[in-house]
């Protein structure tokens, strides 16, 4: 990390000084945390490229979880409580070869419930490489193991673009190969809102 400062006089012999800092060495983390019974998990992003940290009660459990080898950056991390016990994550990452994004889902789930070991995380790849920009909304655990994450798209007018999001949905997010899962598209339909 380097520090500049600047300094100079203004009217009336004020001295005025600035100092700005620019962070050369590592990317910003990307963190989220969330509250399973009584544990605090802290979830994230660490200086290696496409890896995050899950800690449970500042530390006692840990374990890292790899993204993916090409993912460069990662620009939003959400967590929900999954399946009694278990974490699911929504992962957005930049590829290494620029601004192009990929989305991914995580699942942990915790031996001995709660108070266990926790496993090796499974992550998947939902969405590949796009160059549309998508706000990575929420991920949802609403019954089971399934999981809906919620993206939508930045639009000024919904009327005129058709594809506003996407919802995507795995039944049975524990292994990658069980292709359980459906991408669906979100349209912008306008409602008169009550009065």
């Known amino acids: 990390m380097h520090l500049y400062t600047l300094g100079f006089t203004v009217g009336y012999g004020l001295l005025c000084n600035w ?21 605090e998990v802290d979830i994230k992003s660490t200086d290696r490229p496409g890896q995050i940290l899950i800690s449970v009660n500042k530390g006692q459990r840990t374990v890292e979880c790899e993204v993916a080898q090409d993912a460069a950056k990662i620009t939003r991390i959400v967590a929900s409580k999954w399946s009694r016990s278990g974490i699911a994550m929504a992962i957005e990452a930049t590829s290494a070869k620029g601004s192009r994004r990929s989305y991914y889902w995580a699942t942990l789930n915790k031996r001995d419930g709660i108070e266990g070991d926790l496993e090796k995380p499974v992550v998947s790849r939902f969405l590949s490489d796009t160059e549309e920009e998508f706000d990575l909304i929420d991920i949802k655990n609403p019954s089971g193991d399934s999981i809906h994450i919620t993206l939508m798209r930045h639009t000024s007018n919904p009327e005129q673009e058709p594809n506003v999001g996407y919802l995507y ?18 349209r912008a339909t306008k409602v008169v809102l009550p009065k």
């Open 169 to 186: 949905v795995h039944v049975c997010p524990i292994d990658p190969r069980f292709r359980a899962d459906s991408l669906y598209e979100l």
């Open 19 to 39: 100092a700005v800092e620019q962070d050369t060495q590592k990317p910003q983390s990307v963190a989220t945390s969330l509250k399973i019974g009584s544990h």
